[in-house]
């Protein structure tokens, strides 16, 4: 099990680099597409989360369930709608969405040997009277390799739009999550709320 959805993305896309700067749980990954182009400024790609712009700190705070697509972005013309900000490439992240007319039930367990992680995953999607839903909830739990560190997050998403008229489309996407890590002679927890 991940803390960190972009753990997923090492090598598989060429000419993408992910990294992390230590084994802590709770250790933010950075990436780089075009390698290093700059001295001074951000050599990070634009992440986008549901069309809101996001930081790579939020990653941390998103159960990999919840993610449905992670489209790269590299060249000119497919990151231009962007603009000055899409100079280093674009991540764009889509969260999972309802479907089907019948409510379906997930619940998916991990538990990883490397180090003591148990992580637990919840989910309930569909469509009902013009209402598409996916609702999820996760618990993760993950001992660092150096004693004194870990993490534990817990995540609750919910995506929900609703057809009020026949040309009139509404929805709310909501992401609520709590972290508690340690790192060797740091403590600390924080609460997140993103979009």
Excluded: C
Excluded at 31 to 60: A, H, K, Q
């Amino acid at each position: 099990p991940s803390a960190n959805f972009a753990d997923a993305l090492q090598g598989q896309v060429a000419g993408l680099q992910v990294f992390t700067s230590s084994g802590e749980p709770s250790e933010n990954v950075s990436m780089r597409m075009r390698g290093v182009g700059s001295i001074n400024s951000s050599t990070e790609p634009l992440f986008i989360l549901d069309g809101s712009p996001i930081s790579s700190g939020v990653f941390t705070a998103l159960n990999p369930s919840d993610i449905e697509n992670v489209t790269i972005l590299k060249d000119a013309s497919s990151t231009s709608i962007y603009g000055s900000r899409a100079a280093n490439g674009v991540v764009v992240i889509t969260s999972k969405r309802g479907r089907g007319a019948k409510p379906t039930v997930t619940v998916k367990g991990q538990y990883g040997f490397n180090a003591p992680t148990w992580q637990l995953d919840a989910s309930i999607s569909g469509i009902a009277n013009k209402t598409n839903y996916f609702i999820s909830a996760s618990h993760y739990d993950a001992d660092g390799v150096e004693p004194a560190s870990g993490m534990r997050r817990e995540t609750l998403r919910s995506n929900l739009d609703t057809k009020v008229f026949d040309w009139l489309r509404v929805g709310v996407n909501l992401g609520l999550s709590y972290e508690d890590w340690e790192t060797n002679g740091f403590a600390g927890s924080g609460n997140s709320w993103y979009n």
